[in-house]
C-alpha cells in the first residue's frame, strides 16, 4: 500500500496533487497573516504587527550599535593613557544616549507611523506629566548631565555625601547613570543615589584636587599640660601610622583655650583618602597610649555650681535669684563651691 502511494506521489498526476495542496496551505498561512496583520488606526496612529515587529526591530538594531561603538571607543581610547578615564566614561555614556535617542525615534516613527508633529504633541503630554509629579526624575535626569558634562564627580572618586539627620555616606563611585549614582562604601555596601542628591546636596569629593588628603585629628588636653611636650607627643604619635605620607610632614596646631580644655590638631597627609576612618581610629589609639607615658590629661567637661546657705545659686545678669525666684543681690551668706 506504501509502495502503491510512493508510486502515485511520483507520477505527474501526484506531483500536481501534491503541488496544488502547498500552495493552498501557503494561501491560507498567508490569508490568515494578512487577516491579523489589519492596520489599527487610532487618531493619527496606525498599528499593526508587522510594524511593531520592526519597531522592535530598530530599537534592537540601535542597542547592538550602541553596544559596538562602546567596545571600538573602549579599545581605540585604551590605547591612548592621556585621556582621563573620566573624559572616556563621558564620551561613552553620551555616545549611548545619543544613538538610543535616535533608534526610540525611528522605532516609534515605524511601529506607530508617528510624525515629528505627533512626537512634539507626545512630548508636551510627558512635560505635563512632569509637572504633575515626575518633576523629581525630571531633576535627575537633568543632574545626570551636570554630572557627565561639569564632572565634579568622576569614576573612581571617594566622595562623602550628607543625607538626612546629618547621616553620611561615604564610598567609591562605580558609575554615574542617567538618573543615579552608584557608591560602593568601605564596607562593600551599595549605595544607590540619585543624581539630584549629589548636585544639590553638601559633597566632600576626597580624589577631585589629587590623590593626596590631608587628615585633622582634634584633641584636647589638661590647662595644666606642657604644650611643647603635647606637640611633640601628637607629632610622635603620627610615625609609623600605616596610610600616612612623611611628605608632607605631620603638623600640630594650637587652635585655642577651650572651656575646659587647651585644644589641639594633629594634621597628616595621605595618600589612601577612603582609609581616613581607619587612619583616624590608628592615630587616636597611639595618642592614648603615649599620653598615658607621659602622663597628660584628656580632661572631662566640668561644670560649676554654687550654692549659698543651702539654695542653689543660678547668675543671670546683674542680679541672682534663689530657687524660689527672690533676689539675693546683697545676701552675705557662707559659701560652697560643689564640682
Do not use: C
Not at 506629566?129 to 543632574?143: E, H, N, T
Amino acid at each position: 500500500m506504501m509502495s502503491g502511494m510512493f508510486e502515485n506521489w511520483q507520477s505527474p498526476k501526484g506531483a500536481l496533487l501534491w503541488q496544488g495542496d502547498s500552495q493552498n496551505v501557503l494561501e491560507r498561512i498567508w490569508h490568515y497573516i494578512k487577516l491579523v496583520n489589519q492596520p489599527l488606526t487610532i487618531g493619527n496612529i496606525t498599528i499593526s504587527i508587522t510594524s511593531l515587529a520592526i519597531g522592535v526591530a530598530i530599537f534592537l538594531l540601535a542597542l547592538l550599535i550602541s553596544r559596538t561603538l562602546q567596545s571600538v571607543l573602549q579599545r581605540r581610547m585604551q590605547k591612548r593613557g592621556y585621556i582621563d578615564p573620566g573624559i572616556q566614561y563621558t564620551i561613552f555614556r553620551l555616545a549611548h544616549y545619543l544613538i538610543i535617542s535616535v533608534g526610540v525615534l525611528f522605532a516609534l516613527k515605524s511601529a506607530f507611523g508617528l510624525d515629528l508633529t505627533s512626537l512634539a504633541v507626545l512630548f508636551t503630554a510627558l512635560s505635563v506629566g512632569i509637572g504633575f509629579g515626575l518633576q523629581f526624575i525630571a531633576g535627575d535626569l537633568a543632574s545626570g548631565f551636570i554630572l557627565l558634562f561639569e564632572r565634579p564627580v568622576r569614576i573612581g572618586d571617594f566622595i562623602t555625601v550628607a543625607g538626612p539627620d546629618s547621616k553620611l555616606t561615604e564610598g567609591r563611585v562605580q558609575s554615574i547613570n542617567l538618573r543615579t549614582t552608584v557608591v560602593v562604601t568601605n564596607d562593600h555596601i551599595t549605595a544607590i543615589l540619585p543624581n539630584s542628591k549629589l548636585v544639590n546636596q553638601e559633597l566632600i569629593n576626597w580624589s577631585y584636587g589629587g590623590s593626596r588628603s590631608r587628615i585633622s585629628v582634634p584633641i584636647g588636653v589638661s590647662y595644666d599640660s606642657d604644650v611643647e611636650m603635647v606637640t611633640e607627643t601628637l607629632l610622635h604619635a603620627a610615625d609609623g601610622i600605616k596610610h600616612v605620607l612623611p611628605d608632607p610632614k605631620p603638623g600640630v596646631q594650637f587652635l585655642g583655650f577651650g572651656e575646659s580644655s587647651l585644644d589641639f590638631r594633629l594634621l597628616v597627609w595621605t595618600d589612601r583618602p577612603r582609609r581616613h576612618p581607619q587612619i583616624k581610629s590608628d592615630i587616636n589609639y597611639r595618642i592614648a597610649r603615649l599620653f598615658r607615658e607621659k602622663r597628660i590629661e584628656i580632661p572631662y567637661p566640668q561644670r560649676e555650681l554654687r550654692v549659698r546657705g543651702g539654695a542653689l545659686q543660678i547668675e543671670s545678669g546683674p542680679e541672682s535669684f534663689d530657687d524660689e525666684g527672690e533676689a539675693t543681690e546683697g545676701r552675705r551668706e557662707p559659701e560652697h563651691s560643689v564640682r
